[in-house]
């Protein structure tokens, strides 16, 4: 993209988990407020962090800074170097400026609405209404805190989330995942037009949640997909109701002066099933428990026999696996001197883990010093992609087997992919067509376009 005349304002529209396999391809044609979008500007896919999950991802986008200098790898993570200690990476924990703090410090008005790690909510020169690690809407969620009042008198009960996305019941799934979409879009609505902004960025999670609940209904190439069951149009009724709400919020802003972004944080694919990373180190030998379980249950640090455990795991859409490191652990067994041939060889090993027949798994493996220039915090020894994310990371213990087609969390057909999607149009963006984008450049992308130099450490170069 290239600047040629400035926006006023910048509109960014997150869609979390939007994937080009829909938003580019099969679903472009129902969604021609998108599409003329992508006619008038530049688009294309928008790789992802490592790890591609909302947190940190959101964060990434919104700071131009990686996972390992946030400090953030996860939802959960670990505090300190001792085995229990495990906190929820809330607004707290991000410690960089987001773009909206820039802004804020420059005077200029800013909207943020229900974006990842926003909670509890921060000043801002603005409004901002925090994100669905809001408990409820009893908690105090907005920014000023008398805007929540304002959003009850002006949009009834705001939905921050749907209960419970991992349900079989799919009809109850898309009903609320449809009320917080237009509740959303209607809030946005009305900020858009109520409140002064020459920054309004907004995350709608709806397309995460109809995702993993439905992908297997709507994709053929799922293994378990049923072409007769009743919600295989689901994903392309939702995203027609998606594109009609963005168009409802267009049409709230003065397209002559507000360049346009839609973005996604990382993209979605069908989960072929799921690798019970701590059940496959404890037949390898390198973590013991106190007692055998009797069934599957939850991975629990303090069933751990530490003085006879090597290493263990986390479950997820991507596996973080941790060495019991002696001097660094509280029951560390590995030596200093060992260290990193041990991580080398436990690499190796993860890394040759074959599917349920015996086949090769094209699986990623990394240390956190080959993806990060810094990694603060606590990170994971190694970072595992199961067959490049066609399979998730199973925590659980006791499930008797390596290999599983049952979600330990609850039903859940997608994972995550590494590619989201960017478009931009509008003033200031040139009509590009298509092309390729990075994460990491969107923060110094949205800065330029209104005016202001990104810092000397926001490493992205930007889209400009």
């Known amino acids: 993209m290239e600047q040629s005349g400035g926006p006023e304002k910048l509109l960014v529209i997150g869609l979390d988990c939007a994937p080009p396999s829909l938003v580019f391809d099969a679903l472009r044609d129902e969604m021609p407020h998108l599409s003329a979008l992508m006619d008038s500007g530049a688009w294309g896919p928008l790789r992802s962090c490592s790890p591609p999950i909302t947190v940190p ?16 790898y996860g939802f959960r993570n670990r505090v300190d170097y001792s085995y229990e200690r495990l906190a929820v990476a809330d607004a707290s924990f991000i410690r960089e400026d987001r773009v909206w703090d820039i802004l804020s410090r420059l005077e200029r008005k800013v909207i943020v609405l229900g974006v990842p790690q926003t909670y509890p909510p921060k000043w801002v020169n603005g409004s901002l209404v925090s994100c669905f690690l809001a408990p409820d809407t009893s908690a105090n969620y907005t920014f ?92 392309r009724d939702y995203y027609r109701r998606l594109d009609a709400r963005i168009g409802e919020l267009l049409d709230c802003v003065d397209r002559g002066k507000t360049a346009i972004m839609v973005v996604s944080d990382h993209g979605a694919k069908s989960m072929i099933g799921g690798v019970c990373i701590n059940e496959w180190l404890m037949r390898e030998g390198l973590l013991t428990l106190k007692r055998e379980p009797a069934g599957p249950e939850k991975f629990d640090e303090g069933a751990v026999d530490w003085p006879r455990t090597r290493a263990w795991a986390g479950g997820g859409y991507y596996a973080r696996v941790f060495i019991n490191v002696r001097g660094r652990e509280p029951e560390g067994v590995v030596a200093q001197s060992e260290y990193e041939a041990f991580r080398d060889e436990l690499a190796r090993r993860i890394a040759a883990i074959p599917d349920h027949q015996g086949r090769p798994l094209n699986t990623i493996v990394h240390k956190p010093q080959e993806v990060y220039a810094q990694a603060r915090g606590v990170p994971p020894d190694l970072l595992v992609y199961f067959d490049d994310l066609n399979w998730r990371s199973v925590g659980s213990v006791g499930t008797g087997a390596i290999h599983t087609f049952d979600n330990d969390t609850g039903p859940d057909d997608a994972n995550h992919d590494w590619d989201g999607i960017f478009i931009a149009s509008g003033p200031g963006v040139a009509p590009l067509g298509q092309g390729r984008f990075d994460i990491i450049d969107v923060a110094p992308a949205m800065l330029k376009l209104l005016g202001v130099a990104p810092p000397a450490d926001m490493p992205g170069a930007g889209m400009l």
């Open 57 to 72: 991802a959101w964060a990434v986008m919104t700071t131009g800074k990686c996972p390992g200098r946030l400090g953030v």
């Open 144 to 235: 000023p805190i008398p805007l929540k009042t304002e959003i009850q008198r002006a949009v009834g009960d705001y939905i921050i989330d749907v209960r419970d996305f991992r349900t079989s019941d799919k009809t109850a799934l898309i009903e609320q995942v449809n009320a917080m979409t237009d509740k959303r879009f209607e809030l946005a609505c009305y900020l858009a037009k109520n409140k002064p902004w020459d920054f309004f960025m907004m995350v709608e999670m709806g397309p995460d949640r109809m995702h993993h609940g439905l992908w297997k209904n709507c994709d053929p190439a799922h293994p378990r997909h049923d072409p007769d069951n009743p919600f295989k149009h689901a994903l």
